[in-house]
């Protein structure tokens, strides 16, 4: 009698035994969402090394662009990489190769001899990167269980933007400490480089919780280890769950699963089918925006209007906890209101910022080393910018990913967000490569482009994108 009310879901050890369990979910969605943590630091630390890189290898706009963007090239490779790798080795190796890769890149982009090879170090980052963005998801999908799944689902997105806020926390807190020089000395290395080597911290931590995760149970199944599946999801699934039935459910999912090609996305007038099309509008609206502009450079931004690096570098902070802030709002609201009304409402708040930013970046005068903004247009800037990335994270930054999960049909669902995903990829390497240029050129012109592409994304969420919310993923067609 006293062991069976010890498994009974309302004993009076359950509270307790929910508890441990959740934790231990928790723990393990956590320590794959790591990748996610890494992700965003990686692609953001680089701000705070713009303009020391570019002192210190005496290089043109272009050509530190390129530098800059190389890891965006290793991003695409990597994301094209993990999937096979995690059904060929596990999904814990493939988050060891990234934890890794991750470290390889913090010491080689510390301690780079010229500036090629600081481009190889940032391009391995950005295969990590890619490994990242792709195997954390699927192992939480895989791990967590079903009630619970979108929740920690969400540890990803959530740790994506905390590595972007502690990277910029980082480089300013380094920058105070070489008294506002990004080239000023400490530990034997310039400052902009002891920013970059600092990953290395998290990559060792990344690596050491992967060693305290069991293996997604899909892949153990899938490798005809069932013993340990069965151990793993007695970890992660409810008191008294069948497990049994479980693992017949994950083997009779496998075999029904059959790996879309290319050839299933075509259709329609234009060589691929409508919906496709739509995945890739929103991936490409979602970067023609600018947002990257201001995690990649903002440091360089407000230093090219005459604020002095220790104020940019914090502004560059503030503006990462205002994404956070904004993609927690985001997921609080996404299934309560809707995807197109969020994206509609980012839309309108971007572009109107991007406007007065625009307007303001307008009135920049001086040459050189002895440039300024006036004192209302500066304060117009900086409320603009922040306003900006407040309502793309509330929207686009949650959204657009949110969608591509769901809007595809399920025969053409993995062969259609790897094109979505891909097209973001290239609007990220874009917008990346041709900021530096448009800066120089006219940086206002540069604000007026993103401006009409926010706009724009107006008439295209209102006559294109559908509205996926409460609808089963078997009713997308």
């Known amino acids: 009698m006293t062991s ?6 309302d004993g009076p050890g359950a509270p307790a035994g929910r508890q441990q369990h959740l934790r231990h979910v928790a723990f393990i969605a956590a320590a794959a969402a790591m990748g996610g943590f890494l992700f965003g630091y990686d692609s953001s630390v680089i701000n705070g090394a713009v303009e020391g890189i570019r002192g210190r290898f005496d290089v043109a706009s272009g050509v530190l662009a390129q530098i800059i963007a190389a890891a965006l090239i290793g991003a695409a490779i990597g994301a094209a990489t993990a999937g096979r790798l995690a059904d060929r080795l596990g999904r814990i190796r493939v988050m060891q190769i990234a934890a890794v890769l991750f470290g390889l890149s913090a010491v080689g982009s510390m301690l780079p001899f010229t ?49 972007i806020a502690v990277s910029q926390l980082v480089n300013w807190g380094v920058l105070n400490l070489a008294d506002g020089e990004q080239r000023g000395s ?69 075999r ?25 509008g929103l991936s490409l609206f979602q970067q023609l925006v600018g947002i990257n502009v201001i995690f990649y450079y903002s440091a360089s931004l407000w230093q090219s209007v005459g604020i002095d690096p220790g104020s940019s570098f914090f502004y ?16 609080l609201l996404v299934d309560r209101v809707g995807r197109r009304p969020l994206a509609l409402t980012g839309s309108a708040g971007m572009a109107l910022s991007l406007g007065a930013a625009a307007w303001a970046f ?22 603009a910018a922040h306003s900006f990335v407040l309502f793309f994270a509330l929207s686009w930054g949650v959204v657009v990913w949110v969608m591509l999960g769901e809007m595809f049909p399920n025969r053409i669902r993995a062969a259609a967000l ?26 206002s012109g540069a604000y007026v482009i993103y401006t009409v592409f926010a706009a724009l994304s107006i008439p295209f969420v209102l006559k294109f994108v559908p509205e996926t919310k409460g609808r089963a993923l078997e009713e997308m067609g």
């Not at 069932?226 to 409810?238: H, N």
Request: net charge neutral.
């Open 115 to 163: 500036m090629w090879d600081l481009a190889f170090w940032r391009t391995l980052g950005g295969v990590a990167i890619g490994m990242a963005s792709v195997i954390a998801p699927a192992y939480i999908a895989e791990v967590a269980p079903a009630e619970h799944r979108g929740r920690l689902a969400s540890f990803q997105q959530a740790a994506i933007v905390l590595g």
């Open 316 to 331: 560059s902070f503030t503006t990462s906890i205002i994404n956070i802030v904004g993609t927690v709002i985001a997921m």
């Open 362 to 383: 307008s009135f920049k005068s001086g040459t050189g080393d002895d440039i300024t903004l006036p004192d209302t247009q500066g304060t117009v800037a900086l409320i």
């Open 186 to 254: 400490l530990l034997g290395v310039e400052a902009w480089q002891l920013m970059l080597g600092i990953e290395l911290a998290p990559a060792l931590l990344y690596g050491l919780l992967t060693l305290r995760i069991p293996e997604s149970p899909r892949h153990l199944v899938a490798q005809g280890r069932t013993d340990e599946a069965r151990a793993v999801l007695a970890g992660v699934e409810a008191r008294g769950s069948d497990l049994d039935a479980r693992i017949a459910e994950i083997r009779e999912r496998m």
């Open 418 to 443: 790897g094109v979505a995903a891909g097209a973001q990829w290239v609007a990220n390497w874009l917008i990346t490569v041709t900021f530096p240029s448009l800066s120089d050129w006219n940086l």
């Open 4 to 9: 069976t009310a010890q498994v009974r879901p």
């Open 256 to 280: 029904g699963e059959r790996r879309p090609s290319p050839r299933d996305l075509l259709g329609g007038r234009f060589g691929l089918l409508p919906i496709v099309w739509v995945g890739i």
